[in-house]
């Protein structure tokens, strides 16, 4: 079918493996148990996993205080492992900087 209103607009080819096999009765993220929505968190840093549980107050729940603030502590520490690391990365470019000669 084609749409006057926008050429950049087009209708999504479906690949033929995948028809017949896309269905509404396929369970979907939240039909999981809870113990996997808790394991595949468990591999978000803080800022994935304070977005995740903004979107509703299932996932808001399902985490224990001492979870979030393990993964808090951890997105910390490599935020000042970071800072660290591009500190020590000026302070060396600005010393090779200081060495070299002056051209004349």
């Known amino acids: 079918m084609e749409s006057s209103s926008s050429p950049a607009i087009r209708a999504i080819d479906v690949p033929e493996y995948t ?25 978000l840093g803080y800022r994935d996993l304070q977005m995740l549980r903004a979107t509703n107050t299932y996932f808001r729940s399902i985490y224990s205080d001492f979870e979030i603030a393990q993964s808090r502590e951890e997105y910390i520490r490599t935020l000042l492992d ?11 470019r600005d010393f090779n900087l200081e060495i070299l000669p002056i051209p004349r």
């Open 82 to 92: 970071q800072e660290i690391k591009e500190a020590l990365m000026d302070r060396q």
């Open 19 to 43: 028809k017949g096999r896309l269905s509404h009765d396929c369970p979907s993220f939240l039909e999981l148990p809870t113990d996997i929505h808790v394991q595949l968190a468990s591999y």
